[in-house]
């Protein structure tokens, strides 16, 4: 059974950075295409990044340049590093796995983990 848990969130200020982490219970992390959503309150669900299984990766436009995805195929671990926060990136972070990377569409991906919040103040 897959799961996926993310950790690392928390509270920072403003220019300050954050990174997270996703722990796979399978190496479905090496076959799939993985991403982080994030969820604001009052807002739907935004598609942050994407990394696909042969290293391809895509940003949304608000976060070129500032978030990084990354991941370890031996740990099975997906990483999301955040720099230079900004307040509008306060948000409950989520990974998610899909056979095909579906973009922003987050009806494209089978799993998902449990999230972990991200607090920017400024």
């Known amino acids: 059974q897959v799961q996926l848990v993310e950790s690392g969130g928390g509270s920072v200020q403003a220019g300050g950075s954050v990174s997270l982490s996703c722990a796979s219970s399978?190496?479905?992390?090496?076959?799939?295409?993985m991403a982080w959503f994030r969820e604001a309150p009052g807002k739907e669900r935004e598609g942050v990044a994407t990394?696909?299984?042969?290293?391809?990766?895509s940003y949304t436009d608000s976060v070129k340049g500032r978030f990084t995805i990354s991941k370890d195929n031996a740990k099975y671990i997906l990483y999301l590093q955040m720099n230079n926060l900004k307040p509008e990136d306060t948000a409950r972070y989520y990974c998610?796995?899909?056979?095909?990377?579906?973009?922003?569409?987050?009806?494209?991906?089978?799993?998902w983990g449990q999230g972990t919040q991200v607090t920017v103040s400024s």
């Open positions: 399978t190496d479905i992390i090496n076959t799939y295409c």
């Open positions: 990394l696909d299984s042969d290293g391809t990766t």
């Open positions: 998610a796995a899909a056979p095909v990377c579906g973009g922003a569409d987050s009806n494209a991906y089978s799993y």
